[in-house]
T-cell receptor, first 114, second 111 residues
Framework: DGGITQSPKYLFRKEGQNVTLSCEQN?????MYWYRQDPGQGLRLIYY???????QKGDIAEGYSVSREKKESFPLTVTSAQKNPTAFYLC?????????????FGPGTRLTVT | AQTVTQSQPEMSVQEAETVTLSCTYD???????LFWYKQPPSRQMILVIR????KQQNATENRFSVNFQKAAKSFSLKISDSQLGDAAMYFC????????WGAGTKLIIKP
């Protein structure tokens, strides 16, 4: 089945540690995205990538980093510089980065930092 | 900057009845897309319906339809014959290369 996988579903870390969230897609999509979701708010874009080896900052990139070494993979690292990292993180992909392109989402990762 | 507003944090409807979720947006662009996404308790985000701004005809997908008023910058979602499986958070999103999201409306279905 084609789709997007994110692992793990739940992740716990101590404050001050970096943590990497996995996102893999087998839809052959060029564009991939990372969003953060907090209670009572819409999704906020962290980073996006339109093509391998290229990525752009979204609205809330501070304290996060990404890589896009393979078309199917777009891991997100939450660094210790992120002041409030506890949140639900969603990865998405689309055929391209166009106005009309639907984004397909993974099941998400709930990150808790204590 | 584009913004999307969903003024109803929570709505409830009796099973089999019809409910309308509101969404307004602000943009100076003329060419864009609008989407409604559903996020059930599993938290998997699913596309419900999309609307192209240059099309006057309102989009319809089975029991889901929209009322798109471009001049008023309004994009409401109507769910007919509500079912228990419709219970979810519903997000309105505006697309002009980047998706701008509303804060969501929690829909409760009463049996």
């Amino acid at each position: 089945d084609g789709g997007i996988t994110q692992s793990p579903k739940y992740l716990f870390r101590k404050e001050g540690q970096n943590v990497t969230l996995s996102c893999e897609q087998n839809l052959n999509h060029d564009a991939m995205y990372w969003y953060r979701q907090d209670p009572g708010q819409g999704l906020r874009l962290i980073y996006y990538s339109q093509i391998v080896n290229d990525f752009q900052k979204g609205d809330i990139a501070e304290g996060y980093s990404v890589s896009r070494e393979k078309k199917e993979s777009f891991p997100l690292t939450v660094t210790s510089a992120q002041k409030n990292p506890t949140a639900f993180y969603l990865c998405a992909s689309s055929i391209g980065r166009g106005v009309s392109y639907e984004q397909y989402f993974g099941p998400g990762t709930r990150l808790t930092v204590t | 900057a584009q913004t999307v507003t969903q003024s109803q944090p929570e709505m409830s409807v009796q099973e089999a009845e019809t409910v309308t979720l509101s969404c307004t947006y602000d943009t100076s662009e003329s060419d864009y897309y609008l989407f409604w996404y559903k996020q059930p308790p599993s938290r998997q985000m699913i596309l419900v319906i999309r609307q192209e701004a240059y099309k006057q005809q309102n989009a319809t997908e089975n029991r889901f339809s929209v009322n798109f008023q471009k001049a008023a910058k309004s994009f409401s979602l109507k769910i007919s014959d509500s079912q228990l499986g419709d219970a979810a958070m519903y997000f309105c999103a505006y697309s002009n290369y980047q998706l701008i999201w509303g804060a969501g409306t929690k829909l409760i279905i009463k049996p």
